[in-house]
């Protein structure tokens, strides 16, 4: 059974300067609001700086790991020196590390096949648009209208019982989201691991999401990390919570003084 987890903000993180933190985090939902158009989120001045003014104290390592994938999640960010990772972790760029996973290139043509047959069975639905990520693809319907919600995921469900039901893929479901993937043994957890074993012993991870695909890896951190969700709720394995995304800063204001002290 999950702790109910705490507030963050209650907590005193002083112990955390003993130790120097590798800050994990995902992107949609907890470094930028969720908007209904992803291609609209961009993060704001104020992160690209505190993320810039943690990486220049060279007390701590930054990594940013997303559903999107890597090309569109490093240029979104755009700062040197950060891991960046896409596709929930299945490709990694950072300081000495260039990473995608060695079984995901024989199942991207079945991907983008079932994009193809999604694609065009789903065009004429209001609302719903094919976000592709190259490894991967996500359906996005937070702007359709219920009965479109309703249509699209049942296309989505009908063309891989019919046409792929011989091909073993990934459906990881999000935020009024629904995603194709690679059907491999990996997540944001392990890819927290492989990021954390190119660097030296001693750092704290410190991970903070908003989505299913971020319990991975609060489950994969909970005995070495300190793990945060935002948004509170009873069904997490993360330790700690923020109330809402907006708080991210609050995130940051309190790490950069505890760094800095
Ligand atoms: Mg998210």
Known sequence: MNLAPKYFFKEDLDWIKEKRPFLFFDFDGTLVPIQNDPSS???????????????????????????????????RI?????YYSGNHGLEIIGPDLIFIHPEVKPAVKFIKRAKQVISRNISHIPGVLLEDKHLSFTMHFRMADKEGKKL???????????????????????????????????DKGRAVHLILKNVPEGYMPI??????TDETAFSALNNQGLTIRIGRSKKTSARYYLKNQHEIYDFFKKICAIIEK
């Open 207 to 212: 991970y903070i999401g908003d989505d299913l």
């Open 41 to 75: 989120c961009w993060p704001d001045k104020k992160i690209k700086a505190y993320l810039k003014k943690i990486l220049s104290s060279k007390l701590a390592h930054i990594a940013i790991l997303s559903g999107r994938s890597l090309k569109d999640i490093k240029k």
């Open 78 to 82: 755009n700062i040197k020196g950060i």
């Open 152 to 186: 699209a995921k049942s296309i989505f469900k009908h063309v891989l019982s019919r046409e792929f039901y011989n091909i073993p893929f990934k459906v990881l479901k999000g935020k009024e989201v629904i995603e194709l993937a690679p059907f491999i043994d990996w």
